[in-house]
């Protein structure tokens, strides 16, 4: 076993969020993966951040697989999920996202127990209506026509989604997008400051969290949106909501889980639903805000697919998971051992920071003929685009029919979509993001 923590070339652009505005960098993640499948990655000071201490950056999917499933070696509890070190660490770690068993298992089964049938289904059907006419206010009864589809279509169906599953007013959702844009897009100055929503026409609720939106400071820059401190807006809502909804459950999934009761009698705590309200309206929207536009490219990359996904729709569920395979919105995520142990070959101290690359996995050749070829018929199909082991993403579902419901629309309404310019993608490490994505089309 080697402790070489010696980095190799090119690795230095794999933490700079400035080199995916361009894409991921495929080739030297292919390279890696045959050279040194767990490979150490320096942290340099970089756009006003602190230098971090490195990190050992997993490549091959058996062994993200290996590590996710691992909680007892691999945690996510002691220094969270986040790549870079958190600032306000003892604060993050309350997050489900960045606990432990068996803390992390009582908090899920809660929340799985709140994803009732009857919800999913309601949520299913209203879905279904909600790809409809996102559809339709696009394409109308226009013989053909031009939008950005990341904003006028791809923005608003995870939003009202969320809204629903949350509980939220309809006319708050915009307050959803903003916290992702801050949470997700801090390293980007188009989104660092997102303010899409103003207060008009929303709720009391929401004008009461929006007079607590933090300001950039003399050089631009908002206060750090992974901390508590940074996003005093979010946690307000999240506090004025879960009072109203104790005072007037609805059949959303968030009353549900307020009203669960666990195994010792116990009930989600004021600050457990505020944190996992953070979760679900910055993760939960910004992976399928940029999953679906990201399967669109996909499509428009192949038009050989998309022919072959219009002769045949029933071919739709497999092109779903082969847009998340091959777009894979969450590219890497942490976690730190606990403990000294040996990792394809390279012995990992406790107390690394251990980063799994979803990207790379989902490239891997060695589960995936032909890797880089994106196609509609693949399978099988072991993607981890929704992660793996205790942490699998829990609105995997949701996703699903999300992607399936709008794209089932988008080729029933249209006869041809075409690229109307290049796509604007997001400045960032975490999240393959898609900013813009310009599109012409004719009406079928």
């Not at 390279?31 to 040194?36: C, K, Q, Y």
């Not at 049938?117 to 013989?143: C, M």
């Not at 196609?375 to 829990?394: K, Q, T």
């Amino acid at each position: 076993m080697t402790p070489d923590r010696r980095p190799l070339a090119g690795t230095a652009g794999l933490v700079d969020p400035a080199t995916y505005e361009e894409g991921p960098p495929f080739g030297l993640l292919r390279r890696l993966r045959a050279e040194a499948p767990v490979t150490w990655v320096e942290e340099p000071a970089l756009h006003g951040q602190a230098a971090g201490p490195g990190f050992w950056l997993v490549l091959r999917h058996a062994d993200v697989e290996r590590v996710l499933r691992d909680p007892a070696t691999f945690s996510s509890w002691l220094g969270a999920t986040q790549v870079r070190d958190a600032a306000d660490l003892a604060w993050v770690r309350r997050m489900m996202l960045n606990t432990d068993p068996p803390d992390h298992s009582r908090l899920r089964r809660l929340l799985s127990r709140s994803f009732t049938p009857r919800a999913v289904a309601a949520l299913t059907a209203s879905i279904e209506a909600t790809a409809a006419g996102l559809v339709d206010r696009v394409v109308g009864g226009a013989a053909g026509g031009r939008c950005d589809f990341a904003k006028d279509v791809a923005a608003d169906l995870p939003l009202l989604t969320l809204a629903d599953v949350l509980g939220v007013p309809a006319e708050d959702r915009w307050l959803l997008f903003d916290w992702s844009n801050r949470v997700i897009g801090w390293q980007d100055p188009d989104y660092a400051t997102s303010a899409a929503f103003d207060g008009t026409g929303g709720t009391a609720m929401a004008r009461e969290a929006l007079a607590l939106r933090p300001a950039p400071d003399p050089d631009g820059r908002m206060p750090d949106p992974r901390t508590r401190a940074g996003m005093p807006d979010l946690y307000a809502y999240a506090r004025l909501l879960a009072e109203e909804k104790r005072r007037s459950p609805g059949s959303d999934v968030m009353s549900i889980l307020l009203a669960q009761v666990d195994e010792d009698g116990g009930q989600v705590s004021a600050e457990e639903f505020e944190n996992l309200f953070w979760l679900f309206a910055v993760a939960g929207n910004e992976t399928l805000r940029n999953g679906l536009p990201g399967g669109l490219i996909a499509l428009l990359e192949h038009p050989d697919q998309l022919a072959a996904l219009r002769a045949d729709p029933s071919l739709l569920p497999g092109a779903v998971e082969e847009m998340l395979r091959w777009w894979t919105p969450v590219m890497v995520f942490r976690r730190t051992a606990a403990t000294d142990v040996d990792l394809a070959g390279v012995r990992v101290r406790a107390g690394d920071k251990v980063v799994v690359s979803f990207t790379s996995a989902n490239r891997d050749e060695s589960v995936f003929a032909d890797p880089d070829r994106f196609d509609v018929r693949r399978s099988p199909n072991p993607h981890l685009a929704f992660g793996h082991g205790p942490h699998f993403c829990l609105g995997a579902q949701l996703a699903r029919v999300q992607m399936r419901a709008l794209f089932a629309e988008l080729l029933r309404r249209t006869g041809a979509v075409e690229p109307d310019g290049p796509p604007a993608l997001l400045r960032s490490n975490f999240q393959r993001g898609v900013k813009r994505l310009p599109i012409r089309w004719a009406a079928a």
